[in-house]
Structure formats: C-alpha cells, structure tokens
C-alpha cells in the first residue's frame, strides 16, 4: 500500500513563502495522482494543489493560482512533491494534508472524496 510522509510547514509572516514535501513509497495501484489538500477548522478540506504522475499536468485550487506551484520528483520507488508558495496570506493558515488519489475520469480533479489514502497532516501558520 501507499504511505505518504510529510514534511516542511511551520509559522511564517505574510508575504513570505513555504516549502512542503510529501514523500510517497510502496505500491500505487490505480492511484494517479499525488497532491495536497488543506483544512481549517469547522471547514471542508480543499483542494490546493496536485500533479499526475502519468502525464505531469499540475491542478491548483482556485485560492492559490499564481501564488503556490507544484513540482514533481521521482526517485527510485520513491515519487515526492513539493509546494513552493509565494506571498502567503494569512488564510492560507490550515492543516496541510498530502494525498494519493484518482479521479473517476483518470484526472486529478480535487475533490477530497476520490482521496484514499492522506498523510498525517502539517501545520501552516500565517501572521
């Protein structure tokens, strides 16, 4: 199975940026995509940015675009992801969760409902 490891986030001021890495190993299954949602309390998870792995297309949620940017690097057995921001805000504040998914249709539409298996979850703090 998929395990998803987590590292980077932390506190930072407004305006600055931020790294956050997934590391993902084991088997992949029908799983296509590899990408990062996020959660503040009381709200729904979101879709933040995410990248297939097949055809390299990247996906970002609408409160991100132009601000944050998804790469992709693979190693042996070992695929990782990482979140570059810029000029963060703070409601950019939230849990970061990296995730391993396939959309119904072969995408990586975000939708936290076609995730099945999530990281541990990193904290970002914007003040």
């Known amino acids: 199975h998929v395990q998803l490891v987590e590292s980077g986030g932390g506190s930072v001021q407004a305006g600055g940026s931020l790294r956050l890495s997934c590391q993902a190993t084991?088997?992949?299954?029908?799983?296509?995509?590899l990408g990062w949602f996020r959660q503040i309390p009381g709200k729904e998870r979101e879709g933040v940015a995410a990248v297939s792995l097949e055809t390299g297309d990247t996906y970002y949620g609408d409160a991100v675009k132009g601000r944050f940017a998804i790469s992709q690097e693979k190693g042996k057995n070992m695929v990782s992801i990482q979140l570059n921001s810029l000029s963060l805000k703070r409601e950019d504040t939230a849990m970061y969760y990296c995730?391993?998914?396939?959309?119904?249709?072969?995408?990586?539409?975000?939708?936290?409902?076609?995730?099945?298996?999530w990281g541990h979850g990193t904290q970002v703090t914007v003040s």
């Open positions: 995730a391993a998914y396939e959309a119904p249709d072969g995408s990586c539409y975000m939708d936290p409902r076609f995730v099945d298996v």
């Open positions: 084991g088997t992949w299954a029908d799983r296509n995509c």
